[in-house]
């Protein structure tokens, strides 16, 4: 078969897939109620563009012969942009901003139900408590008027909603927003598992919500970024609910809204310097002379190595993104934001194989004029994904303040220790109940905790320490114990006398 004849066949195999795709969309439509109707058709019409791109779509993404490391001048430190020092009138600059958190994702990795940012992190206080908590600070600090914008999903929506109330009276104005509800698809078929719109019971499976690029479209269909610019806001600042280090920064803000240049940047991503545990995070490199986050599931299989080398990429993203409203309205509108399509497989419950398609909210960088890097202090990056980082903020390495946290003055280094507890702390519950009290870290660099193991109260934890229960044995670290530079292995039982 001559190559003309492959593409073409291969074309009248995607309009094909296309046609049938859009048949069972249209049946999944017929079953909305008239009240869901609008707002189904928008999620349906978003995904059938996704689709029609990921039918279009060949092989990675990215040619790796035409990756650069970015221009010196493109990626500014951040100790140059904190020289500038601070404006008399924050206040007028601080007036101008929205803070955005992405609030899709459940707790479930950690064990709990419900969304993530209601899991109490530090004090009985939640994500969602640490973040109004700062916000209303700097409003209380500079007399300003800085609202709290959460991006749900329909998985975290409505918990989040009913937990709302409780902040009716604090100085912050909340709103929400929910992202798309896009099907998922049968990855032999290519056509959706769902029968009908309903996700409750048996149907919350057929249904995913498509990552957080799609930030853009959601915030713009549902009005509120409107709202927010005919209120004299300009941008937003966007970052993981889980990131305890991303708080307002008054120094990009200053940056943003008065450039040195005098020309504003419409896209600014925090990026921090690699270590060996980030391997795998997104990257910012030149790419066709625009500022390009490339993530490694777009790398081709050869170069992967290349990509996780800290010599070559030596930063990665912290998803720390500060955005022009007016240029998400600019390109939403002209349709001209262009994020590669992140296909993630999943096997449900039942055994069926499907796909989710989904793009990231940084891939947006390169349609926005002129985009800046900006390399943060590692202390901006402080994810909660696990219980072991659980323990790190939970921990005297930090201390809160207005709901931000800081690293202790106490400890000597500013490295954060590299914390690894086994299976049986995964989930929250577990790891709350193996800790009487929160060990003493001032002076931790290593912890390796595998197996059946419990401390007591006021334990303290120095240099490295390991700690190995073999299956079958379990070991009570006694309270008051002080561990410095030790590997504890085999069987220590404390029992109530």
Known sequence: MSQAGTSQFQEVIRQELEYSMKVELDKILATAPSNELEHTKKDLDGFKKLFHRFLQEKGPSVDWGKIQRPPEDSIQPYEKIKARGLPDNIASVLNKLVVVKLNGGLGTSMGCKGPKSLIGVRNENTFLDLTVQQIEH????????????????????????????????????????????????????????????????????????????????????????????????????????????????????????????????????????????????????????????????????????????????????????????????????QNAIDMEIIVNPKTLDGGLNIIQLETAVGAAVKSFENSLGINVPRSRFLPVKTTSDLLLVMSNLYSLNAGSLTMSEKREFPTVPLVKLGSSFTKVQDYLRRFESIPDMLELDHLTVSGDVTFGKNVSLKGTVIIIANHGDRIDIPPGAVLENKIVSGNLRILDH
């Not at 800085?146 to 009913?162: A, I």
């Not at 549902?222 to 209120?231: M, N, Q």
């Not at 240049?261 to 980030?278: I, L, P, Q, Y």
Request: aromatic fraction near 10%.
């Open 138 to 333: 700097l409003n209380k600090t500079y007399n300003t008027d800085v609202p709290l914008v959460l991006m749900n999903s329909f998985n975290t929506d409505e918990d989040t909603k009913k937990i709302l109330q409780k902040y009716s009276h604090s100085r912050v104005k909340i709103y929400t927003f929910n992202q798309s509800r896009y099907p998922r698809i049968n990855k032999e078929t290519l056509l959706p598992i769902a029968k009908d719109v309903s996700y409750s019971g048996e149907s919350t499976e057929a249904w995913y919500p498509p990552g957080h690029g799609d930030i853009y479209a959601s915030f713009y269909n549902s009005g509120l970024l409107d709202t927010l610019i005919g209120e004299g806001k300009e941008y937003i600042f966007v970052s993981n609910i889980d990131n305890l280090g991303a708080t307002v920064d008054l120094y990009i803000l200053n940056h943003l809204m008065n450039p040195p240049n005098g020309k504003r940047c419409e896209f600014v991503m925090e990026v921090t310097n690699k270590t060996r545990a980030d391997v795998k995070g997104g990257t910012l490199t030149q790419y066709e002379n625009k500022l390009r986050l490339v993530e490694i599931a777009q790398v081709p299989k050869p170069h992967v190595d290349e990509f996780k080398s800290v010599s070559k990429f030596k930063i990665f993203n912290t998803n720390n993104l500060w955005i022009s409203l007016s240029a998400v309205k600019r390109l939403q509108e």
